[in-house]
Protein backbone atom coordinates (compact mmCIF):
# COMPACT_ATOMS: atom_id res chain seq x y z
CA UNK A 1 0.00 0.00 0.00
CA UNK A 2 1.47 3.46 -0.87
CA UNK A 3 0.87 6.34 1.35
CA UNK A 4 1.49 10.18 -0.16
CA UNK A 5 1.73 12.33 2.60
CA UNK A 6 1.19 16.37 1.70
CA UNK A 7 3.09 18.21 4.33
CA UNK A 8 4.82 21.38 5.08
CA UNK A 9 7.07 19.20 7.33
CA UNK A 10 8.37 16.06 5.73
CA UNK A 11 11.11 15.36 8.27
CA UNK A 12 8.64 14.67 10.94
CA UNK A 13 6.99 12.09 9.21
CA UNK A 14 10.22 10.48 7.74
CA UNK A 15 11.86 10.19 11.12
CA UNK A 16 8.89 8.33 12.44
CA UNK A 17 9.28 5.59 10.38
CA UNK A 18 12.44 4.53 11.00
CA UNK A 19 11.58 2.39 13.63
CA UNK A 20 9.65 -0.43 14.89
CA UNK A 21 7.35 -2.25 12.45
CA UNK A 22 6.72 0.42 9.94
CA UNK A 23 10.04 0.42 9.26
CA UNK A 24 9.96 -3.46 8.59
CA UNK A 25 6.47 -2.86 6.54
CA UNK A 26 8.11 -0.84 4.68
CA UNK A 27 11.68 -2.98 4.13
CA UNK A 28 9.22 -5.87 3.49
CA UNK A 29 7.74 -4.51 0.68
CA UNK A 30 4.33 -3.81 2.47
CA UNK A 31 4.11 -0.56 2.48
CA UNK A 32 5.48 2.69 1.03
CA UNK A 33 5.43 6.26 2.31
CA UNK A 34 6.08 8.84 0.08
CA UNK A 35 6.21 12.45 1.56
CA UNK A 36 5.56 15.71 -0.54
CA UNK A 37 6.60 19.21 0.63
CA UNK A 38 3.94 21.29 -0.19
CA UNK A 39 5.90 24.23 -0.75
CA UNK A 40 7.51 22.69 -3.84
CA UNK A 41 4.28 23.65 -5.48
CA UNK A 42 4.27 27.40 -4.46
CA UNK A 43 4.83 29.17 -7.19
CA UNK A 44 6.61 31.81 -4.83
CA UNK A 45 9.97 32.61 -4.94
CA UNK A 46 10.07 32.31 -1.31
CA UNK A 47 8.00 28.74 -1.31
CA UNK A 48 4.94 30.90 0.65
CA UNK A 49 2.07 28.33 1.21
CA UNK A 50 0.03 30.53 3.43
CA UNK A 51 -1.63 34.01 3.74
CA UNK A 52 -3.73 35.95 6.28
CA UNK A 53 -7.30 34.92 6.28
CA UNK A 54 -9.88 37.04 4.77
CA UNK A 55 -12.16 38.48 7.08
CA UNK A 56 -9.42 39.13 9.21
CA UNK A 57 -8.58 36.89 12.24
CA UNK A 58 -5.44 35.76 14.17
CA UNK A 59 -3.48 33.33 12.48
CA UNK A 60 -2.29 32.29 8.83
CA UNK A 61 -4.29 29.94 6.24
CA UNK A 62 -2.72 27.96 3.58
CA UNK A 63 -3.36 29.05 0.95
CA UNK A 64 -5.32 27.05 -2.25
CA UNK A 65 -2.68 26.51 -5.18
CA UNK A 66 0.34 24.30 -3.64
CA UNK A 67 -2.39 21.95 -1.83
CA UNK A 68 -4.48 21.26 -4.54
CA UNK A 69 -1.61 21.16 -7.20
CA UNK A 70 -0.11 19.07 -4.61
CA UNK A 71 -2.53 16.50 -4.75
CA UNK A 72 -2.75 16.52 -8.22
CA UNK A 73 0.47 15.62 -8.24
CA UNK A 74 -0.23 12.60 -5.93
CA UNK A 75 -3.17 11.38 -7.74
CA UNK A 76 -1.71 11.79 -10.86
CA UNK A 77 0.74 8.74 -9.06
CA UNK A 78 -1.89 7.00 -7.70
CA UNK A 79 -4.98 7.14 -9.84
CA UNK A 80 -7.73 9.54 -10.65
CA UNK A 81 -9.78 8.07 -8.17
CA UNK A 82 -7.30 7.90 -4.73
CA UNK A 83 -9.18 9.11 -1.92
CA UNK A 84 -7.69 12.55 -0.56
CA UNK A 85 -7.60 12.53 3.60
CA UNK A 86 -7.15 15.48 5.20
CA UNK A 87 -6.56 15.48 8.83
CA UNK A 88 -8.72 17.97 10.58
CA UNK A 89 -10.35 18.41 14.07
CA UNK A 90 -13.33 19.18 12.76
CA UNK A 91 -13.44 15.83 10.43
CA UNK A 92 -15.82 12.89 11.11
CA UNK A 93 -14.27 10.75 14.08
CA UNK A 94 -11.71 8.19 13.40
CA UNK A 95 -11.70 4.44 13.97
CA UNK A 96 -11.19 1.36 13.80
CA UNK A 97 -13.81 0.42 11.35
CA UNK A 98 -12.62 3.26 9.15
CA UNK A 99 -8.92 2.21 9.73
CA UNK A 100 -10.44 -1.48 8.27
CA UNK A 101 -11.74 0.33 5.29
CA UNK A 102 -8.89 2.78 4.21
CA UNK A 103 -6.57 -0.41 4.42
CA UNK A 104 -8.55 -2.56 1.65
CA UNK A 105 -7.44 0.50 -0.89
CA UNK A 106 -3.78 0.45 -2.81
CA UNK A 107 -3.29 3.82 -1.90
CA UNK A 108 -4.05 7.23 0.22
CA UNK A 109 -3.37 10.61 -0.02
CA UNK A 110 -3.04 12.54 3.61
CA UNK A 111 -3.22 15.73 3.72
CA UNK A 112 -1.76 17.62 6.77
CA UNK A 113 -3.05 20.86 7.41
CA UNK A 114 -1.28 23.64 9.34
CA UNK A 115 -1.71 27.05 10.91
CA UNK A 116 -5.71 28.42 11.21
CA UNK A 117 -6.23 25.34 8.25
CA UNK A 118 -6.55 24.89 4.25
CA UNK A 119 -8.49 27.18 2.05
CA UNK A 120 -11.46 25.53 1.70
CA UNK A 121 -11.69 25.86 -2.33
CA UNK A 122 -8.59 23.22 -2.01
CA UNK A 123 -10.36 20.81 0.03
CA UNK A 124 -13.59 21.01 -2.19
CA UNK A 125 -11.43 21.20 -5.47
CA UNK A 126 -10.31 17.81 -4.56
CA UNK A 127 -13.13 16.38 -2.71
CA UNK A 128 -10.93 15.85 0.39
CA UNK A 129 -12.88 13.66 3.44
CA UNK A 130 -11.85 15.20 6.57
CA UNK A 131 -11.40 12.95 9.47
CA UNK A 132 -10.45 14.00 13.38
CA UNK A 133 -8.80 11.67 16.04
CA UNK A 134 -10.52 13.29 18.77
CA UNK A 135 -12.26 16.34 20.15
CA UNK A 136 -8.35 18.03 20.48
CA UNK A 137 -6.19 20.33 18.26
CA UNK A 138 -3.16 19.47 17.10
CA UNK A 139 -0.53 22.11 16.03
CA UNK A 140 -0.22 20.36 12.56
CA UNK A 141 -1.84 17.73 10.68
CA UNK A 142 1.49 15.23 10.63
CA UNK A 143 1.12 13.51 14.06
CA UNK A 144 -2.75 12.76 13.19
CA UNK A 145 -1.46 11.11 9.15
CA UNK A 146 0.97 9.40 11.42
CA UNK A 147 -1.28 7.23 13.56
CA UNK A 148 -3.53 7.00 10.12
CA UNK A 149 -0.73 5.15 8.83
CA UNK A 150 0.18 3.16 11.90
CA UNK A 151 -3.04 1.81 12.46
CA UNK A 152 -3.91 1.50 8.59
CA UNK A 153 -0.76 -0.51 7.72
CA UNK A 154 -1.15 -3.18 11.11
CA UNK A 155 -4.12 -4.25 9.33
CA UNK A 156 -2.56 -4.92 6.25
CA UNK A 157 -2.10 -8.97 6.06
CA UNK A 158 1.36 -10.18 6.35
CA UNK A 159 2.76 -6.69 7.98
CA UNK A 160 1.98 -8.36 11.65
CA UNK A 161 2.72 -11.77 10.89
CA UNK A 162 -0.35 -13.24 12.70
CA UNK A 163 -3.58 -12.36 11.78
CA UNK A 164 -4.69 -12.56 15.81
CA UNK A 165 -2.63 -9.89 16.28
CA UNK A 166 -4.81 -7.58 14.92
CA UNK A 167 -7.94 -9.77 15.20
CA UNK A 168 -8.45 -9.73 18.85
CA UNK A 169 -7.54 -6.15 19.98
CA UNK A 170 -9.57 -3.40 21.39
CA UNK A 171 -12.41 -2.50 18.96
CA UNK A 172 -11.74 -5.39 16.30
CA UNK A 173 -15.10 -6.65 17.52
CA UNK A 174 -16.79 -3.39 19.12
CA UNK A 175 -15.38 -4.22 22.52
CA UNK A 176 -12.03 -2.94 24.36
CA UNK A 177 -9.08 -5.83 24.56
CA UNK A 178 -9.30 -8.10 27.62
CA UNK A 179 -5.96 -7.47 30.16
CA UNK A 180 -3.04 -9.35 29.44
CA UNK A 181 -0.49 -10.83 31.04
CA UNK A 182 2.74 -12.42 31.00
CA UNK A 183 6.03 -13.59 33.17
CA UNK A 184 6.51 -13.85 36.19
CA UNK A 185 3.24 -15.32 37.39
CA UNK A 186 3.62 -13.75 40.75
CA UNK A 187 4.92 -9.65 40.86
CA UNK A 188 4.53 -7.84 44.09
CA UNK A 189 2.17 -10.33 44.93
CA UNK A 190 -0.12 -10.06 42.31
CA UNK A 191 -1.31 -13.07 40.59
CA UNK A 192 -2.06 -13.69 37.07
CA UNK A 193 -5.72 -14.92 37.01
CA UNK A 194 -6.03 -18.50 37.26
CA UNK A 195 -7.84 -19.22 34.15
CA UNK A 196 -4.81 -18.08 32.01
CA UNK A 197 -2.44 -20.47 33.72
CA UNK A 198 -5.37 -23.60 33.27
CA UNK A 199 -4.11 -24.24 30.17
CA UNK A 200 -8.39 -25.20 29.28
CA UNK A 201 -8.62 -23.03 26.10
CA UNK A 202 -12.48 -22.83 26.38
CA UNK A 203 -12.27 -21.31 29.73
CA UNK A 204 -9.74 -18.80 28.81
CA UNK A 205 -12.03 -17.53 25.77
CA UNK A 206 -14.52 -17.13 28.43
CA UNK A 207 -12.84 -15.25 31.04
CA UNK A 208 -11.23 -12.95 28.12
CA UNK A 209 -14.69 -12.20 26.54
CA UNK A 210 -15.94 -11.26 30.17
CA UNK A 211 -13.39 -9.21 30.96
CA UNK A 212 -13.73 -6.90 27.53
CA UNK A 213 -17.45 -6.73 28.17
CA UNK A 214 -16.69 -5.71 32.16
CA UNK A 215 -13.61 -3.04 30.60
CA UNK A 216 -15.92 -1.70 28.04
CA UNK A 217 -19.06 -1.23 30.29
CA UNK A 218 -16.88 0.51 33.05
CA UNK A 219 -14.65 2.44 30.58
CA UNK A 220 -16.24 2.80 27.55
CA UNK A 221 -20.23 2.20 27.45
CA UNK A 222 -21.41 3.72 24.28
CA UNK A 223 -19.18 1.21 22.38
CA UNK A 224 -21.67 -1.54 23.68
CA UNK A 225 -24.29 0.50 21.24
CA UNK A 226 -22.41 -1.17 18.21
CA UNK A 227 -21.06 -4.39 19.55
CA UNK A 228 -22.14 -7.71 18.50
CA UNK A 229 -23.86 -9.34 21.54
CA UNK A 230 -24.61 -13.15 22.25
CA UNK A 231 -27.73 -13.72 24.79
CA UNK A 232 -24.64 -15.25 27.27
CA UNK A 233 -22.86 -11.34 26.99
CA UNK A 234 -26.55 -10.10 27.64
CA UNK A 235 -27.03 -12.41 30.86
CA UNK A 236 -23.76 -11.62 32.12
CA UNK A 237 -23.99 -7.54 31.99
CA UNK A 238 -27.20 -7.89 33.81
CA UNK A 239 -25.51 -9.57 36.74
CA UNK A 240 -23.23 -7.30 37.03
CA UNK A 241 -26.15 -4.58 36.68
CA UNK A 242 -24.15 -3.37 33.18
CA UNK A 243 -27.21 -2.27 31.83
CA UNK A 244 -27.73 0.10 28.48
CA UNK A 245 -30.88 2.03 30.04
CA UNK A 246 -33.85 3.76 27.88
CA UNK A 247 -36.04 6.49 29.25
CA UNK A 248 -39.97 6.56 27.32
CA UNK A 249 -41.77 9.30 28.23
CA UNK A 250 -45.49 8.98 27.37
CA UNK A 251 -47.79 12.41 27.48
CA UNK A 252 -51.70 13.13 25.94
CA UNK A 253 -55.24 12.89 27.25
CA UNK A 254 -56.03 10.05 29.76
CA UNK A 255 -58.00 7.35 28.51
CA UNK A 256 -58.27 3.85 29.05
CA UNK A 257 -55.76 1.00 28.30
CA UNK A 258 -52.39 3.74 28.26
CA UNK A 259 -50.33 1.11 30.45
CA UNK A 260 -51.66 -1.70 29.17
CA UNK A 261 -50.27 -1.46 25.73
CA UNK A 262 -47.29 0.34 25.95
CA UNK A 263 -46.22 -2.33 28.20
CA UNK A 264 -47.59 -5.16 26.25
CA UNK A 265 -45.51 -3.72 23.52
CA UNK A 266 -42.16 -4.31 25.76
CA UNK A 267 -42.88 -7.56 26.97
CA UNK A 268 -43.35 -8.77 23.07
CA UNK A 269 -40.15 -6.79 22.42
CA UNK A 270 -38.48 -8.36 24.98
CA UNK A 271 -37.09 -5.04 27.47
CA UNK A 272 -37.75 -5.25 30.91
CA UNK A 273 -39.15 -2.19 32.71
CA UNK A 274 -36.83 -1.40 35.77
CA UNK A 275 -39.31 1.93 37.21
CA UNK A 276 -41.92 3.39 36.20
CA UNK A 277 -44.03 6.35 37.81
CA UNK A 278 -47.33 7.79 36.31
CA UNK A 279 -49.76 10.77 37.11
CA UNK A 280 -52.40 12.10 35.91
CA UNK A 281 -53.37 15.91 35.98
CA UNK A 282 -56.42 17.81 34.76
CA UNK A 283 -57.26 14.94 32.60
CA UNK A 284 -53.42 14.95 30.92
CA UNK A 285 -51.97 11.72 31.39
CA UNK A 286 -47.61 11.60 32.04
CA UNK A 287 -46.11 8.46 32.69
CA UNK A 288 -42.19 7.91 32.34
CA UNK A 289 -40.70 4.72 32.27
CA UNK A 290 -36.74 3.45 33.01
CA UNK A 291 -36.33 0.20 30.67
CA UNK A 292 -33.78 -1.96 30.15
CA UNK A 293 -32.11 -1.92 26.30
CA UNK A 294 -29.09 -3.54 26.76
CA UNK A 295 -30.11 -6.28 24.13
CA UNK A 296 -31.91 -3.90 21.52
CA UNK A 297 -29.29 -1.10 20.54
CA UNK A 298 -28.51 -2.47 17.50
CA UNK A 299 -32.48 -1.33 16.58
CA UNK A 300 -32.70 1.08 19.07
CA UNK A 301 -34.09 3.54 15.95
CA UNK A 302 -36.62 1.11 14.58
CA UNK A 303 -37.75 0.50 17.90
CA UNK A 304 -38.37 4.13 19.03
CA UNK A 305 -40.29 4.96 15.53
CA UNK A 306 -42.62 1.34 16.74
CA UNK A 307 -43.14 3.67 20.13
CA UNK A 308 -44.02 6.46 17.86
CA UNK A 309 -46.48 4.59 15.81
CA UNK A 310 -47.91 3.06 18.63
CA UNK A 311 -48.17 6.42 20.08
CA UNK A 312 -50.19 7.85 16.99
CA UNK A 313 -52.78 4.51 17.27
CA UNK A 314 -53.60 5.48 21.01
CA UNK A 315 -53.38 9.41 20.82
CA UNK A 316 -51.05 9.78 22.88
CA UNK A 317 -47.30 10.70 22.42
CA UNK A 318 -44.46 8.44 23.03
CA UNK A 319 -40.66 9.09 22.90
CA UNK A 320 -37.92 6.67 23.56
CA UNK A 321 -34.62 8.62 24.31
CA UNK A 322 -31.16 6.52 25.64
CA UNK A 323 -30.43 7.71 29.10
CA UNK A 324 -26.77 9.28 28.20
CA UNK A 325 -29.23 11.72 25.64
CA UNK A 326 -31.97 12.11 28.15
CA UNK A 327 -29.68 13.38 30.97
CA UNK A 328 -27.48 15.67 28.94
CA UNK A 329 -31.11 17.41 27.95
CA UNK A 330 -32.19 17.08 31.12
CA UNK A 331 -28.97 18.51 33.04
CA UNK A 332 -29.26 22.26 34.94
Not at 172 to 193: C, H, I, K, W
Request: glycine letters at 10%; one cysteine or more; a negative charge.
Amino acid sequence: MVFYVLTLFPDMINGALNHSILKRAAADGFIEVRCVDIRDFSTGKHRQADDAPYGGGAGMVMTPGPVFHACEYARNALGANARVICLSPRGRPYNQRKAEELSKRGGLILLCGHYEGIDQRALDAVNAEEISLGDFVLTGGELAALAVIDSVSRLIPGVLGKDESFLNESFSDGLLEYPQYTRPAVFNGMEVPAELLSGHHKNIAKWRRRQSLLKTAETRPDLLAGAVLTEEDLKFLREGKFLMKGIITVLGNDQIGIIAKVCGFLSNEGINILDISQTIIQGYFNMMMIVDITGKMRCFDELAANLRTLGDEIGVQIKLQHEDIFNSMHRI
